[in-house]
């Protein structure tokens, strides 16, 4: 199994919602990742989790909050966004965080 | 210190010809170079990487060209396929991070 699972595929939220992004992967990957993409931007890094603990936080607001609640799954809990966050969030894994990058096929969010 | 400058923004080219997309760096730490392709709707996959150890690198009908003295590194791709239609982000990283920096992309159009 060499994929990176994401659910859902797409999510369309109001600004006072609470919503959760789910990336799962079974690679037995010990780093995972949260990306943000503009339409035809490269992906922006946003959060990584090295052995289950968040290794890096690129100043991302707070409405958006990180968690990694075992080796295999991420999510990433929304709230109280704004309609600029409306993005593809691309979760990614790798063996550790110096090695290949696997993307998932992402969420396309719309903030209302 | 930390761009990576990619051209052509957009790129056409017919079935069977050679597409070449360059990219420029700055930061002399980079030792980590790979190009990602990205389908709309999907995730970006790595396509091929290199290091600096090395000149080139060829995978199939891929092969990225490296100039450690220009900090210039570009792929090719030969005899393109309407199937390699795609947007492209070359990107670099050093070897001690995760910090992965992406150029712009590029879309690459090949006519059949």
């Known amino acids: 199994d060499t994929e990176v699972t994401q659910t859902p595929k797409h999510l369309v939220m109001g600004m006072t919602n609470k919503k959760s992004l789910k990336c799962e992967q079974h690679m037995g990957h010990r780093a995972m990742y949260w990306y943000k993409q503009k339409a035809k931007k490269p992906p922006e890094l946003m959060f990584v989790y090295s052995y289950e603990k968040l290794s890096i936080n690129e100043s991302v607001p707070s409405r958006f909050s990180p968690e990694c609640p075992n080796s295999s799954l991420l999510n990433l809990h929304l709230h109280a966004l704004q309609p600029e966050d409306s993005a593809l969030y691309l979760c990614a894994s790798s063996r550790t965080m110096n090695e290949k990058l696997f993307f998932g096929s992402g969420t396309q969010l719309s903030v209302l | 210190q930390q761009q990576v400058k990619q051209s052509p923004q957009s790129l056409i080219v017919q079935k069977g010809g050679i597409s070449i997309i360059n990219c420029a760096y700055e930061?002399?730490?980079?030792?980590?170079f790979p190009w990602y392709q990205q389908f709309p709707g999907k995730g970006p996959a790595l396509l091929i990487a290199i290091r600096p150890d090395v000149s080139e690198k060829k995978e199939g009908r891929f092969t990225i060209s490296f100039n450690k003295s220009a900090k210039q590194f570009s792929l090719h791709i030969m005899d393109s396929q309407p199937g390699d239609s795609a947007t492209y982000f070359c990107?670099?990283?050093?070897?001690?991070?995760?910090?992965?920096?992406f150029g712009e992309g590029t879309q690459l159009t090949v006519n059949p």
């Open positions: 930061n002399t730490a980079f030792d980590y």
């Open positions: 990107a670099a990283s050093r070897a001690s991070g995760s910090r992965l920096t």
